[in-house]
């Protein structure tokens, strides 16, 4: 799908469609061991390694909403986000989000953030992470910086 087909979307097919390939790209990954989840963790993979760094996804809940010390985490990886041009987006699931990650769905306590990082040893691309790039990039053309993404049920 080329950036045109996306900008004539319908809002909420776009949403549909996003929510679709971010599941796809976050199974991708699970399969090429691209990811790392938690929010220490992917500050730890920022810290140390912030190249390897493709793609971010930051969950919350209500449960978590008024949780000061991880709005703060968020702020913190949003700005190193935005410092070194990495697509990032959020989802309201993180139940639905820890499921497609993690092999219970219980496994996952902490999959507020999880990033897709790229192997060290290969070249593993996902053409709907491409999708995701274009839509993170139009979100942004119209100042909705971190835009949120609803994943599909099961």
Not at 93 to 100: F, G, K, N, P, S
Request: hydrophobic fraction near 40%.
């Amino acid at each position: 799908m080329t950036l045109e087909e996306v900008l004539i979307q319908k809002p909420t097919e776009r949403a549909q469609c996003t929510g679709k390939a971010l599941e796809e790209v976050l199974l991708s990954a699970k399969d090429n061991e691209c990811l790392t989840v938690g929010v220490y963790e992917s500050a730890k993979v920022m810290n140390v390694d912030p190249d390897s760094v493709s793609f971010c996804v930051l969950a919350v809940d209500e449960e978590f909403e008024c949780d000061i010390a991880l709005q703060i985490h968020f702020t913190l990886i949003q700005s190193f986000c935005f410092d070194n041009d990495i697509s990032i987006v959020r989802v309201s699931d993180m139940q639905r989000l820890a499921e497609i990650v993690g092999d219970k769905a219980d496994q996952f306590e902490d999959a507020h953030c999880i990033l897709i990082t790229n192997p060290a040893e290969g070249s593993w691309e996902d053409p709907t992470l491409e999708k995701l790039h274009l839509f993170c990039e139009e979100s942004r053309s119209l100042n909705d910086w971190v835009p949120e993404i609803t994943l599909p049920e099961r």
